[in-house]
């Protein structure tokens, strides 16, 4: 394992590794073995970079819907834990707010959450990662003002936001940390906190999930902020969100808050309006995410039937869109779109979104 940083060949969102789940999905292992020796020829990332989505991480998620991790992969993976766990408690100790990618999925320990809750071995570290995350909603007090453990003070790319924000994204924001707290709790997986945090967070984004992110001007306002006319999404935007709520409410055992969560994503998905905002066929942003999502919603509903039509008119427009696709990964591109059209989970792939 090598610590620098490498081409993006082992990169989960738009390298072969995507290919590889694909093939794998599908049964075809073979192919699957040409994409996996392309992903690691120049070495595998275990530093800084390394995430569910990269590097060590993101090789272990793939060879592990195959039942064959290495020791040696996995091994790296736990090292990979523990640094980040150790840099985000010295950030803690300092003072400091957290960057998104310290938590997020797509870079930080949510997505080590994830991937080591599809371990078939319970790994110790998986509880010391939810404590890190129930740590995250306690609040903080900064320049006299109270706010959310999970407050960042830079955006997604790193851009400086004035105040700071807190991101209410599956990919990026809070959501997907709620979503990690309930599907942990949901295997019995439980650290001190753990319930009320999942509580904490969903009272959250009842207020403020209709938005992107959440910032100072939002919380000075003292009244809910109108929903934003965004594009809806699984990486960001109201469909992702009601997700998360859904499985707070089956993780808090409150059929009204799964019921709440339920009726919003048939609302924004039966929004023609909404759905004119979908430009593309991706999982990240695009029919994909919306087909996989809405199976995911329908599947833990009392009531799937009433997403049948939803997801018929979804799987039209992805039919239609998947060829222009430029990008070969999973995330972005056509390895992500074949799979959510394909229709099957028979290796968990889908875990890698934190939705099921």
């Known amino acids: 394992m090598t610590a620098k940083a490498l081409p993006r060949t082992q990169d989960l969102s738009e390298g072969p590794l995507g290919a590889a789940l694909l093939h794998i999905e599908r049964g075809n ?16 990332s275990a530093g800084g970079n390394a995430s569910l989505f990269h590097g060590a991480p993101a090789l272990e998620f793939v060879l592990g819907r195959t039942g064959r991790v290495r020791p040696d992969v996995r091994a790296t993976v736990d090292r990979i834990v523990d640094a980040r766990l150790a840099a985000a408690h010295a950030r803690h100790n300092r003072g400091e707010l957290p960057h998104l990618a310290e938590f997020d999925l797509v870079r930080g320990l ?36 109270e706010l959310p453990g999970w407050w960042s003070a830079a955006g997604p790319g790193g851009e400086e936001m004035p105040g700071g924000h807190g991101n209410n994204g599956m990919a990026h924001g809070i959501s997907g940390v709620l979503s990690v707290l309930c599907l942990a709790a949901g295997q019995d997986v439980l650290v001190p906190g753990q319930h009320e945090a999942i509580e904490l967070i969903a009272n ?69 309006a909404h759905l004119a905002r979908i430009t593309d066929a991706s999982l990240c942003h695009g029919w994909a995410g919306l087909v996989t999502l809405t199976r995911a919603v329908a599947a833990d509903s009392p009531a799937p039937e009433r997403f049948t039509p939803l997801l018929d008119g979804l799987l039209q ?40």
Do not use: M
């Open 204 to 272: 959250w984004l009842d207020v403020y999930g209709g938005s992107y992110w959440t910032t100072r001007a939002h919380l000075n306002a003292g009244v809910p902020p109108v929903h934003q006319a965004a594009r809806p999404s699984w990486c960001y935007g109201l469909p992702g969100v009601a997700r998360a709520q859904q499985l707070a409410g089956l993780a808090l055992d409150d059929p009204y808050r799964r019921r709440a969560a339920e009726d919003a994503f048939v609302a924004i998905l039966s929004d023609p």
């Open 29 to 44: 292992l073979p192919a699957a073995h040409q994409h996996l020796a392309r992903a690691v020829a120049g070495g595998v």
């Open 317 to 356: 427009h992805l039919t239609a869109d998947l060829d222009r696709l430029p990008k070969p990964g999973l995330v972005e591109g056509r390895a992500g779109a074949q799979l959510a059209l394909d229709g099957t989970d028979t290796t968990g792939w889908t875990k890698a979104l934190l939705i099921t």
């Open 110 to 145: 949510s997505g080590l959450a994830a991937l080591l809750l599809t371990r078939e071995e319970a790994s110790p570290r998986l509880e010391d990662v939810l404590a890190y995350l129930v740590s995250l909603t306690r609040p903080v007090r900064i320049d006299g003002r």
